[in-house]
């Protein structure tokens, strides 16, 4: 009788009939959402990775472009402290200009020397610094370059420079100081009619 029994538990071992096996299935489903996740997990680190990729390209874009505009704020904060104190020195280069032109007749020479070299020395700065002098007479009216404080009538082209009040100075590109000048003036059309048959006239007077 226990061979039957031992026959029968043979004849029940698990075959073809396990092979569906509900919790069998489960696994496999399983493992294909876990594959399913990790595709996911990966596909969003990849796109951080990009998002903070960008974030750090845009981060040193603004501190190359911050950089650049500091040192450019700080070049022109020194050419206008040296702007500022170049001009002062354009009045001393005035008052010694007037100084010498003024001297009088019984100066002493070893201080007409002394003031000259004087003078000298400080254009000869100025021009080290970049500082130029404006060339004004026999030029066309430059109201950048010019300031006129008076017009003549002139025979010269009109606005032509005819004579210099003060000397104007340019940094560079810059101007420190105008140059402030005469212009010449075209004559009245009208007025020339009447100065020429006064004159003729007066001839026919004679």
């Known amino acids: 009788m226990s061979e039957e029994m031992n026959k029968d538990s043979i004849d029940e071992t698990p075959g073809e009939d396990q092979a569906g096996d509900p919790n069998c299935e489960s696994n496999e489903n399983g493992d294909s959402s876990d594959t399913l996740l990790s595709q996911e997990a990966f596909e969003e680190a990849i796109r951080e990775k990009e998002q903070f990729r960008s974030i750090a390209q845009r981060a040193q874009a603004d501190l190359v472009n911050y950089r650049q505009r500091a040192s450019q704020e700080l070049e022109e904060s020194r050419r206008t402290v040296k702007f500022g ?3 002062r020195f354009l009045g001393v280069a005035d008052d010694l200009s007037r100084a010498i032109d003024n001297l009088p007749e019984d100066a002493d020479e070893t201080w007409i020397e002394g003031i000259s070299l004087v003078a000298r020395n400080l254009s000869n700065s100025l021009e080290m610094e ?8 026999g030029e066309q009216f430059d109201p950048y370059q010019h300031e006129a404080i008076m017009y003549e009538e002139r025979c010269e082209e009109e606005g032509t420079i005819v004579n210099v009040i003060q000397d104007g100075y340019k940094l560079n590109d810059r101007i420190l100081r105008p140059a402030r000048v005469v212009v010449a003036q075209a004559k009245n059309i009208e007025e020339e009619k009447i100065d020429s048959e006064k004159q003729v006239d007066e001839q026919e007077e004679n």
């Not at 970049?130 to 007479?137: H, L, P, T, Y």
């Open 85 to 87: 104190i170049l001009s």
């Open 130 to 137: 970049g500082v130029q002098k404006i060339i004004a007479i």
